[in-house]
């Protein structure tokens, strides 16, 4: 089964507000954790990534957070803007393997 | 443009049928990954080559199959359809092997649809 997974599969914001979109994982041994992006129509685009041994790490307008005490990651977007309406994704490397994506939360942003 | 181009973007078919989707990776790369997404579901990773060679499985059927050519182009083969088989199939390429070194780019996918 799926071992990337969000906890909410919608979010509802208003322009301007601060979004936090989150994720649990389950395993253990993966290197990295990622967030991707997927407009309407279109394939996943990265947005950032974090290697297992941070906490944290900030990018242009966002910033993830790793939680490994409780397998949870967090993806944190700043002053949140129409065009950040998107399916939002984690996915975690496994070793061996490839990314392993989460199902997804839709982000709606009203301005 | 991520520079990943997939053919065709939409193909009907129906159940029984043979198809083979189509990707070719940004220039360079030398791994490609393929993914299926269905109706609200995330992507499920399927397969992975690197320069030639099968590298991982993840979940994909008996009735479908892979190749990456010399050129690094690869090909997605789905046997015997089945309707639950209409999905999105994505492929990405990236530079990295076996392990992690950054972001997969991904196409804008292969619509298949079967009756």
């Known amino acids: 089964g799926e071992s990337v997974g969000l906890h909410l599969p919608t979010l509802s914001v208003q322009e301007g507000d601060n979004s936090i979109i989150n994720c649990a994982y389950s395993?253990?041994?993966?290197?990295?954790f990622i967030w991707y992006k997927q407009e309407s129509g279109k394939g996943p685009q990265f947005i950032i990534d974090i290697r297992s041994n941070m906490d944290k790490r900030q990018g242009q307008r966002v910033t993830v957070l790793l939680n490994k005490t409780v397998k949870h990651l967090s993806l944190q977007i700043a002053a949140t803007q129409p065009g950040d309406s998107a399916v939002y994704f984690c996915?975690?490397?496994?070793?061996?393997?490839?990314?392993?994506f989460g199902k997804g939360t839709t982000l709606s942003v009203s301005s | 443009d991520s520079g990943v181009t997939q053919t065709p973007k939409h193909l009907i078919t129906a159940t029984g049928q043979r198809v083979t989707l189509r990707c070719s990776p940004r220039s360079g790369d030398l791994s490609v990954y393929w993914y299926q997404q269905s109706l609200d579901q995330g992507l499920q990773f399927l397969i992975h080559y690197y320069n030639g060679e099968e590298r991982a499985k993840g979940n994909i059927l008996e009735r479908f199959s892979a190749q990456q050519f010399p050129d690094l182009h690869s090909e997605l083969n789905l046997s015997s359809l089945e309707l639950g088989d209409s999905a999105l199939y994505f492929c990405?390429?990236?530079?990295?092997?076996?392990?992690?070194?950054?972001?997969?780019?991904f196409g804008e996918g292969s619509r298949l649809t079967v009756l």
């Open positions: 395993n253990s041994a993966s290197d990295y």
């Open positions: 996915a975690e490397n496994q070793a061996g393997t490839a990314l392993i």
């Open positions: 990405a390429s990236s530079a990295q092997g076996l392990a992690y070194t950054g972001e997969l780019f």
